[in-house]
């Protein structure tokens, strides 16, 4: 369920979920580094973790921080969890592959972080690690926006606690105040 969670929050490609290392975090700083090995296009990425990223990291750490793997495949720790694991835990909760994929999240979190929360496109670009170009036509580099990314990433979380709570209450003003 820790994976799950995290496919939300960070909405990481599920390759690089899946084979996240226990090396690669840094938890203090409220950092993953991906190496650029790991990465579609090559490039070292740099995710800030929001508090609740950090609280779920924490919580599977004291499960798998003895091993490489922060998701280690259920038969042995020497390989990272499967390819399926979320996509099976999707399915266990009643979602079809028509309806909702572990690399949906990516999709999900592009559109509502823009359409709803009117985060900065090129933030949201960032972080999906897409090729976001200056207006020479060059390419950004990866940690671009670091504090901006931070606090977006940490209003998208928030975002998602209020969804998992349900609907926000409004307070009505008495009559008498």
Not at 9 to 36: H, K, N, Q, Y
Not at 38 to 65: E, F
Not at 160 to 165: A, P, S
């Amino acid at each position: 369920m820790a994976a799950l969670k995290l496919s939300a929050m960070v909405f990481v490609r599920p390759g690089e979920l899946r084979t996240a290392e226990w090396a690669e975090m840094d938890l203090d700083a409220s950092e993953w580094r991906i190496p650029g090995s790991k990465m579609k296009m090559g490039i070292d990425h740099l995710v800030p973790l929001s508090t609740q990223a950090v609280a779920i990291l924490r919580g599977v750490h004291s499960l798998t921080g003895h091993g490489r793997y922060v998701f280690p495949s259920l038969r042995t720790g020497e390989r990272p969890m499967s390819e399926n694991t979320v996509n099976a835990a999707l399915r266990g909760l009643g979602y079809s592959k028509e309806v909702h994929t572990a690399h949906g999240f990516r999709a999900l979190a592009r559109t509502i972080m823009d359409e709803v929360l009117g985060e900065r496109v090129d933030l949201i670009e960032h972080q999906l690690a897409h090729a976001v170009k200056d207006p020479n036509g060059r390419a950004y580099n990866r940690t671009a926006h670091l504090p901006a990314r931070r606090e977006m990433m940490q209003r998208w979380s928030d975002y998602l606690d209020k969804l998992r709570v349900g609907a926000e209450v409004i307070p009505f003003k008495t009559a008498a105040g």
